[in-house]
Nanobody, 129 residues
Framework: QVQGLVESGGGSVQPGGSLGLFCTVS????????MGWFRQAPGSEREGVAS????????FYADSAKGRFTLSRDNTEGSMYLQMSSLKPEDTATYYC?????????????????????WGQGTQVTVSS
């Protein structure tokens, strides 16, 4: 049984800069089907950024993340990493790591926050000059 998710690596950066976010998973991870990164800016709904299927390794990116963000996972440690480059002020948000044991069609639902059942506490990313 998955016990918890912990994010790290957030911070402040100037526009055009880069940041990396880490997510570590504690507990039994074999039941996890999808893991993902989501973000929420003040006054906005939580939105999907990138996710990965642990079944076949398929990755899914939001249009806003394509070409700038890269998601990777360490299968042996159960951790997940999001490399963010060419950051923009609109990327400013609290970023959350999430996981789910639900099975669904990834291309349809992998970036939908409602499909995820386990969440970290979040880490702040601020992009500002």
């Amino acid at each position: 049984q998955v016990q918890g998710l912990v994010e790290s690596g957030g911070g402040s950066v100037q526009p055009g800069g880069s940041l990396g976010l880490f997510c570590t998973v504690s507990g039994y991870t074999s039941d996890i089907i999808y893991m993902g990164w989501f973000r929420q800016a003040p006054g906005s709904e939580r939105e999907g950024v990138a996710s990965i299927s642990l079944f076949n390794g398929a990755k899914f990116y939001a249009d806003s993340a394509k070409g700038r963000f890269t998601l990777s996972r360490d299968n042996t440690e159960g951790s997940m990493y999001l490399q963010m480059s060419s950051l923009k002020p609109e990327d400013t948000a609290t970023y959350y790591c999430a996981a789910t044991t639900r099975r669904f069609v990834g291309i349809l639902y992998a970036l939908q926050p409602d499909m995820y059942t386990l969440w970290g506490q979040g880490t702040q990313v601020t992009v500002s000059s």
